[in-house]
């Protein structure tokens, strides 16, 4: 069976506190029809770690001044809920939030398509939590090749 390091396991847990986070931002956004503090900060705080995310570079891991999407973890995460043409249009979606030049009934649709895509991202975090390896262990193998 494969271990990771607690350093690892918790990345995932930072993973998915930072979806629940904007998850609850844009709740309350389309909830109360207009932008508040909290939404531009959740906003901005993954934007700039979704961008370097989709660069496709595990050099740029890291290099952004955003703790959110600074680990591998994060990347290996997104690349399991998310294609390319997925993530591209999640980006697209938090930057349309943020235009004014958008109307509110636009920019709703979008923030409720973007909690479907966030709360997937957080589950998928929290399932790697909890079974971080793929490895099956040695007799459960056995048990599953018994006549």
């Known amino acids: 069976?494969?271990?990771?390091?607690?350093?690892?396991?918790?990345?995932?847990?930072?993973?998915?506190?930072?979806?629940?986070?904007?998850?609850?931002?844009?709740?309350?956004?389309?909830?109360?029809?207009?932008?508040?503090?909290?939404?531009?900060?959740?906003?901005?705080?993954?934007?700039?770690?979704?961008?370097?995310?989709?660069v496709q570079d595990t050099h740029q891991v890291g290099a952004g001044s955003s703790r959110a999407f600074a680990t591998?973890?994060?990347?290996?995460?997104?690349?399991e809920v998310w294609s390319a043409n997925d993530l591209a249009s999640v980006i697209s979606s938090l930057e349309r939030l943020m235009d004014t030049s958008i109307p509110l009934e636009a920019k709703k649709a979008s923030a409720e398509k973007l909690v479907d895509?966030?709360?997937?991202?957080?589950?998928?975090?929290?399932?790697?939590?909890?079974?971080?390896?793929?490895?099956?262990?040695?007799?459960?193998?056995e048990l599953c090749q018994m006549p």
Not at 72 to 79: N, P
Request: glycine letters at 4%; aromatic letters at 10%.
């Open 1 to 54: 069976m494969t271990t990771t390091s607690p350093e690892s396991r918790m990345s995932y847990l930072s993973l998915a506190l930072v979806s629940q986070r904007i998850v609850d931002a844009l709740l309350k956004f389309v909830e109360e029809d207009q932008h508040h503090a909290e939404l531009e900060f959740a906003i901005g705080e993954v934007l700039s770690g979704l961008k370097a995310a989709s």
């Open 117 to 141: 895509s966030f709360f997937d991202l957080e589950t998928r975090a929290l399932w790697n939590f909890n079974k971080p390896g793929n490895r099956v262990p040695q007799r459960v193998r």
């Open 72 to 79: 591998y973890q994060h990347v290996r995460t997104v690349e």
